[in-house]
């Protein structure tokens, strides 16, 4: 729906949105601009962004270290050593 629509409507557009659960997109000259969902399921996507923003930080985190690999062998061979528990790598 085009931005004078939405303007017109939006005290109706919030009733729906808000007590029938719709969704609208708000466009200006044929481009999306801007969404109207219901809270909670704002509130959904800003936890999702959350979490990705925190899994991508631990990647990047992780692809600073050149030698990953070397830490990870030597992990193995510290719990290897470990008379606790075996620890069996599969190749």
Do not use: C, N
Request: aromatic content about 6%; glycine content about 6%.
């Amino acid at each position: 729906m085009g931005v004078g629509e939405a303007k017109k409507r939006f005290s109706e557009l919030m009733s729906h949105v808000t007590y029938k659960g719709e969704r609208f997109l708000i466009q200006r000259h044929g481009k999306p601009m801007v969404a109207m969902v219901p809270a909670q399921d704002l509130e959904l996507l800003e936890q999702s962004a959350t979490q990705k923003r925190g899994l991508i930080a631990a990647v990047g985190a992780w692809a600073e270290h050149d030698d990953i690999d070397q830490m990870v062998e030597e992990i193995y061979r510290l719990r290897d050593a470990d008379q606790d528990r075996s620890v069996h790598l599969e190749e």
